[in-house]
């Protein structure tokens, strides 16, 4: 069964940083456009950032120059660098292979992010 393992959330300051991680199980996990998704308390899924398989990328405009994607396909990861975090970017970060606006995989259990001071 293909697993999505999102980690590396927490508690953080207004101002400061994290780095999500997602490990995927698929072998040709490379070949498929990562994104990015959070889901705030009583709010919908959104994507936040997708990276295609060649490494273009693209933001959702809430967190473009604050936010940057990338991935290391020999470890069938994808990491989220989160830097100048505010509250509202509080949430449970997923990641998945898209195709489209088609999320491919089953939904991992997601990692928190708490923006406060």
């Known amino acids: 069964q293909v697993q999505l393992v999102e980690s590396g959330g927490g508690l953080v300051q207004p101002g400061g940083s994290l780095r999500l991680s997602c490990v995927n199980s698929?072998?040709?996990?490379?070949?498929?456009?990562a994104a990015w998704y959070r889901q705030a308390p009583g709010k919908q899924r959104e994507l936040v950032a997708t990276?295609?398989?060649?490494?273009?990328?693209n933001y959702a405009d809430s967190v473009k120059g604050r936010f940057t994607i990338s991935r290391d396909n020999a470890k069938n990861t994808v990491y989220l660098q989160m830097n100048s975090l505010e509250p509202e970017d509080t949430a449970v970060y997923y990641c998945?292979?898209?195709?489209?606006?088609?999320?491919?995989?089953?939904w991992g259990q997601g990692t928190r992010v708490t923006v406060s001071s």
């Open positions: 998945n292979a898209v195709q489209g606006t088609l999320a491919l995989l089953t």
């Open positions: 698929r072998s040709r996990f490379s070949l498929y456009t």
């Open positions: 990276i295609g398989s060649s490494g273009g990328t």
